[in-house]
Structures are given as C-alpha cells and as structure tokens.
C-alpha cells in the first residue's frame, strides 16, 4: 500500500515566533496518524522545530539543498548539514526554484543523487505552465522533467522519491486542477515511471498533488485512484485548515 501524505510548504513565511506558534498550533490539534504529516518550514527554523518535534509523529522537510557536500557555496545549506538537524525529506525542484533560480531538471538530478546519498527522501517537483498546457506540451515537459530528474537513479533508490505534480498556474492562485485533470497526469506519471523501472516500482511511490489545496477541495483530489496526498502551500500557513486537509483521506 502506498503511503498517504501530507506535506506542508511554508514557503518564505513566518518569522522564527510565528512559526512555532503555529506548529504548537499542529501539534494540539488531532492529526490524521494514517496520514504521514510532513513540515517544510523556512531552514532557519528547522534546528528548533526538530526539538519541538521529538517524541512526534511529524517529520520535517528542507525546501532546498545544495548538491555538493560542503565547499565554497556562499548561502548554500548542504543535506548532510540539514540530516544534522533531523531533517529527513528534500523537496527538490519546486516550479518555484525552478522559475527565480534557474533550476532545470539535469542540476536537479544532483541534488536528488545527493538527498539519496544522504539516506533522505526527495520529494521531486514537476508540472507544467499554463502556456505549455494550452500548447498541450503538458505530457512532454512532465516526462522531461522525470526522466531528467530520477531517472538516473535505480529502483531502490527511486522507491525513496516521492513526486509531487504540481502545475504552475495552479500554484498560489486558488485555480486548482479539476480530479480529472490531476488524476490524468497522476496517472501519466506513474505510467512514465512504470515503463522504466516496472509496475512494482511504480505501483509503490507516492504521488503528491499539489497547487491550491484546501479543505474545500482535497477530499476530491485525494479520492483518485494515483494521487496519494497533497504538498500544500498556502492552506499550510493556517492549523485548522492544514489538519483538516490530513484529514480529507
Ligand atoms: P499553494 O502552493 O497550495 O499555495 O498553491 C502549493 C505549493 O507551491 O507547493
């Protein structure tokens, strides 16, 4: 069975004091314990919220890392530096890196093989733009983007990744993919995956949606056969909506 989870993206919000404000916030609240609940708050939060988190059932995730083990890389935080404060998942390649940091899918796939190396799990972001969906390049740019990004990898290590389709003119903009659209590329996905590495492989990795979820809308998206949880951005900045969409399984 594959694994149902729920990850929130804070994205560059919330100062160190707003931050555990709303973590202590979770943590009261009753999370979904069949749900992997997954917190990507800002890095300079993660030593702190490490400690708040022992003893819990949330794991912690890094929005970035840099690809090499240490060195001459002003502002750059490597995975071994993020495992040191428990960080256990990497999201890797959100549309945003992608778009203001010029991250393409081939220096993404360093940064996977690093995450891997590391004993982490990527969560390994793809999605296309509204002008490649109109243009109806949709497919194409998600199958470059895997095949790019994971596909140097081998089923072991590819079984650790989780992916996140997330399409970038529903991120931030509360226009959601419809269940069809998003189960659709979900299922593309793990198509694209099972004609490289088999049914077994693809059969077990998670396959996150994520652009606009809420509470409104996640109980919809998670009812489709090939989408088994939600990376949530703005919905993750607020408890109760956060705990609510963990609870839309
Ligand atoms: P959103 O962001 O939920 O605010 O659309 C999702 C994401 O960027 O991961």
Redesign the pocket.
């Known amino acids: 069975m594959r694994q149902k989870i729920v990850a929130g ?1 804070w ?1 560059m919000n919330l100062d160190l004091n707003q931050g555990k404000a709303l973590l202590l916030e979770i943590l009261d609240s009753n999370i979904n314990k069949d749900t992997l609940t997954i917190i990507a708050p800002p890095a300079i939060h993660l030593n702190s919220f490490n400690q708040m988190l022992s003893h819990t059932s949330i794991a912690l995730a890094a929005q970035n890392c840099h690809q090499q083990d240490s060195g001459a890389y002003t502002g750059e935080l490597s995975v071994g530096m993020l495992k040191s404060v428990g960080v256990e998942y990497v999201i890797i390649g ?3 890196r992608r778009e203001y940091f010029m991250e393409d899918s081939l220096s993404l796939s360093f940064k996977v093989n690093n995450v891997i190396k590391h004993g982490l799990r990527p969560i390994y972001c793809c999605g296309e733009t509204l002008t490649q969906r109109q243009e109806g390049e949709h497919f194409r740019t998600i199958s470059n983007q895997i095949e790019q990004g994971l596909f140097q990898l081998n089923e072991m290590e590819l079984l650790n990744c989780i992916v996140a389709y ?1 399409p970038v003119w ?4 509360g226009e959601t993919a419809s269940p069809e659209q998003a189960q659709e590329v979900h299922n593309f996905i793990r198509k694209t995956i099972a004609k490289q590495y088999g049914d077994m492989v693809a059969d077990n990795i998670s396959i996150l949606y ?4 809420k509470p409104a809308n996640a109980k919809e998206l998670f009812t489709c056969p090939d989408i088994d949880g939600g ?5 993750a900045l607020n408890a109760e909506s956060f705990v609510a969409i963990g609870d839309s399984f």
């Open positions: 993206n994205k959100h549309s945003e997330e529903a991120i931030g903009t994520g652009g606009s979820v990376l949530i951005g703005g919905a």
